[in-house]
């Protein structure tokens, strides 16, 4: 599901205003397992993970979870507030979607409300356009979830479909193609 095709990864941190998008480190451990086991993250994404669980899968000497193309860490002042994932919907659940790239982001509670997703989002699909131009992305979220509905709007994303999953219903958005201009 992480496949960008011949994207050269790790890419150079990606800096915004207040944010460093970043490859996974080990340091990131602890926070990657708070917003695993987060409730409150979980809360249209089917619920948290168990805590001890993750400890388990994520040992210390591992080092980093989720390294693969196209997982950023998502850095304030050193920190890890969240994730962004872009990567290829091949066996996606709707039609609309398959092939084509998916954005996905967590965030952990203390970082929500202040426009860092749309921030760190922002600068992850201007990154994307730059290495995959041309290419579409699509992002699915529950239409519950009031916020991301009004960060996928803010993004540029329209809706193609909505559809029942998860007892749930999800809306599914697709956001153009940027073009190079000449």
Not at 9 to 32: G, H, S
Not at 143 to 156: I, V
Request: charged fraction near 25%; proline fraction near 8%.
């Amino acid at each position: 599901m992480s496949d960008l095709g011949n994207v050269a990864w790790p890419p150079e941190p990606i800096k915004t205003q207040r944010l460093v998008l970043r490859e996974a480190e080990a340091r990131d451990r602890a926070a990657f397992i708070e917003l695993l086991a987060s409730p409150e993250v979980h809360t249209y994404l089917g619920g948290p993970r168990p805590r001890d669980e993750l400890e388990r899968e994520m040992p210390e000497a591992a080092g980093a979870p989720e390294r693969w193309p196209g997982s950023f860490v998502v850095d304030l002042d050193g920190a890890m507030i969240g994730q962004i994932l872009l990567r290829r919907a091949t066996e996606h659940r709707r039609p609309a979607a398959a092939g084509k790239a998916d954005l996905g982001y967590l965030f952990l509670p203390r970082a929500w409300g202040s426009g860092y997703a749309a921030e760190a989002c922002a600068a992850a699909l201007d990154w994307f356009d730059g290495v995959l131009p041309g290419e579409p992305v699509v992002l699915t979220t529950q239409s519950a979830n009031l916020a991301s509905m009004r960060l996928a709007a803010k993004l540029g994303f329209t809706e193609v479909e909505r559809f029942q999953a998860w007892d749930a219903e999800q809306w599914l958005g697709v956001r153009s193609p940027v073009t190079p201009s000449d």
